[in-house]
């Protein structure tokens, strides 16, 4: 895992890990970046698919009702193929143009 900090969000890149090994890496590791918006990058990596992803739906759904957001970044699948909890992005701007939206939605009160 490769943890990069911005103003906007914590990117976390998975480059060499498979999605089993990151996610139970990322499991361990989670209450250091409950308070962050986080990026999870797959951008890099090979043969995910959906069933990985779901995995992290928990964790998503926890984040989101600490007042967080939470991105993942796929260019392999579909981004309508997933719950609307769990949002998926090809791209690191997509991703953080949607941390911005919500950290604006939540200013608002929304």
Do not use: W
């Not at 990596?45 to 007042?67: A, R, T, Y």
């Not at 090809?90 to 919500?102: A, F, K, Q, R, S």
Request: no cysteine.
């Amino acid at each position: 895992m490769i943890i990069e900090k911005t103003d906007i969000a914590t990117v976390i890149r998975n480059e060499k890990l498979s999605i089993l090994d990151f996610f139970s890496n990322f499991s361990k590791n989670y209450a250091k970046f409950k308070n962050e918006n986080l990026i999870l990058d797959f951008s890099k990596s090979k043969g995910v698919d959906k069933e990985n992803i779901l995995l992290f739906l928990p964790i998503v759904k926890q984040h989101k009702n600490n007042g967080r957001s939470i991105v993942i970044i796929l260019n392999e699948i579909e981004a309508d193929n997933f719950p609307d909890e769990i949002i998926v992005v090809p791209t690191l701007v997509e991703g953080i143009d949607i941390i911005e939206m919500e950290n604006i939605e939540r200013d608002l009160g929304f």
